[in-house]
């Protein structure tokens, strides 16, 4: 079957650096895509990964191992404005999304 | 800011009603899709479309249908809602179905009572 496991929740302090992790099963895979999506709004696309490695974007970097189906999403230098749910997915074969439920990511000043 | 409206933005229904959501872009993107989203689940599919009159199903369409007979339109039609069907439902669109982000829509809150 497919699946994409990310933690429900998680909390960090401002100004400080977390680490979103997230796996996935998919049949077949076509890359690693990153949205933000904050509380009663739309998700917004924040990153693609489709080779091994890390690409950054700002304060913002992702991470994939294909081999262990393995991804994250680091941020740096947190916000308050960071607050929102981090939402992973995977592109299959048939090029569909595959969504994980979200890491809702709590910042305390 | 890509330019999707859906319409309308919150509905409350009974059971066994039909309810029809719309989905429109500026974009003239040739991919369409129309998710769910619920507590605890991740975003499903619904339906996708990869061109006028051109439509597929996704993960979850028992019990719903969709139309798409403008590129710039693509309609969700619950044939008789359900009190399950209670959720929010997001519209994406891209350019491509390979290597392209989706673009969401503001989404619509449906309460079925």
């Known amino acids: 079957g497919q699946n994409i496991d990310q933690p429900t929740e998680m909390t960090a302090t401002e100004g400080a650096i977390v680490q979103i992790n997230c796996t996935y099963q998919?049949?077949?895979?076509?890359?690693l895509f990153w949205y933000q999506q904050h509380a009663g709004e739309a998700p917004t696309f924040l990153s693609y990964?489709?080779l091994d490695g890390l690409e950054e974007k700002g304060r913002f970097s992702s991470f994939l191992s294909r081999s262990k189906g393995y991804s994250y999403l680091l941020l740096k230098e947190l916000q308050m404005k960071d607050s929102a749910s981090y939402l992973c997915?995977?592109?299959?074969?048939?090029?569909?999304?595959?969504w994980g439920a979200g890491t809702k990511l709590i910042i305390k000043p | 800011d890509a330019g999707i409206t859906q319409s309308p933005r919150h509905k409350v229904t009974e059971t066994g009603t039909p309810v029809t959501l719309r989905c429109h872009q500026t974009e003239n993107h040739r991919y369409m899709y129309w998710y769910r989203q619920d507590p605890g689940h991740g975003l499903r599919l619904i339906h996708y479309?990869?061109?006028?009159?051109?439509?597929d199903k996704g993960e979850v369409s028992d019990g719903y249908s969709v139309s798409r007979s403008k590129t710039e339109d693509f309609l969700l039609t619950l044939e008789s809602a359900t009190s399950s069907q209670t959720s929010v439902y997001f519209c994406?669109?891209?350019?491509?179905?390979?290597?392209?982000?989706?673009?969401f829509g503001p989404g619509t809150r449906l309460t079925v009572l």
């Open positions: 997915a995977s592109m299959d074969s048939n090029y569909q999304l595959i």
């Open positions: 998919t049949s077949g895979f076509n890359g």
């Open positions: 994406a669109i891209s350019e491509g179905a390979d290597y392209n982000e989706q673009f």
């Open positions: 990964n489709v």
């Open positions: 479309s990869y061109g006028v009159k051109d439509t």
